[in-house]
C-alpha cells in the first residue's frame, strides 16, 4: 500500500469514526432528555427512542466498518508477504494450502464488511422509512385538527348569523 492510499484510508477512518462518535452522543442526548425533560406524546416519545437506538446501531456500524478499514493494510501486507515469497501453484496447477487459507480469508474479510455496510445501509433506509411515516401520522393529525376548528368555527359563524349569542 503506497503512501496516499494508506493516507486516504486514515482520513476515511477519522472521518468514519468522528462521525460515528458525534452521531453517537447526539442520540445518547436524545435519550437523556427522554428520560429527564418534559415528556411529549406517547407516540411522539416512542418514535424517538426507537430513533436513538436505530441511530445508535448505525453509530456502531460505523466504527465496526472503521475497524475493518484499519485491518486491511496489515491484511493485504499478508497477501504481499505470500505473494513475493515466491510461493507458486503446486506442480497440478492447484493454489497452495496458504494461498487457498488466504482466498478464504480475503473473501471472509470483505463479505463480512459487505454485510455491516448493507446492514447499516438497511438501518438508514428504515429510519427515512419511520421518519416520513412518523411525518405523515403527524400531518393526518394536523389536518385533521385543522377541519376540526374550521367546522368548530363555522358553526360559531353560522350561530351569530342567526343571532344566537
Request: charged share 20%; proline share 3%.
Amino acid at each position: 500500500m503506497n503512501v496516499s492510499e494508506l493516507a486516504s484510508l486514515v482520513a476515511f477512518v477519522i472521518v468514519l469514526v468522528a462521525l460515528a462518535g458525534y452521531f453517537g452522543w447526539r442520540q445518547l442526548l436524545v435519550l437523556r432528555r427522554l428520560r429527564r425533560g418534559p415528556s411529549p406524546g406517547v407516540e411522539e416519545k416512542r418514535f424517538l427512542r426507537r430513533q436513538a437506538y436505530r441511530r445508535l446501531i448505525c453509530s456502531v456500524l460505523m466504527l465496526v466498518i472503521a475497524g475493518m478499514l484499519i485491518g486491511w493494510p496489515f491484511l493485504e501486507s499478508r497477501y504481499h508477504e505470500v505473494r513475493g515469497e515466491g510461493q507458486a501453484l503446486d506442480p497440478q496447477g492447484k493454489p497452495t494450502q496458504e494461498q487457498q487459507e488466504l482466498v478464504r480469508l480475503f473473501t471472509g474479510y470483505w463479505v463480512g464488511a459487505l454485510f455491516v455496510l448493507l446492514a447499516l445501509m438497511i438501518l438508514a433506509a428504515v429510519d427515512l422509512w419511520a421518519i416520513a411515516r412518523f411525518g405523515a401520522g403527524q400531518h393526518r393529525k394536523l389536518v385533521a385538527d385543522h377541519r376540526a376548528n374550521m367546522a368548530e368555527q363555522a358553526t360559531r359563524d353560522r350561530e351569530l348569523r342567526n343571532g344566537f349569542q
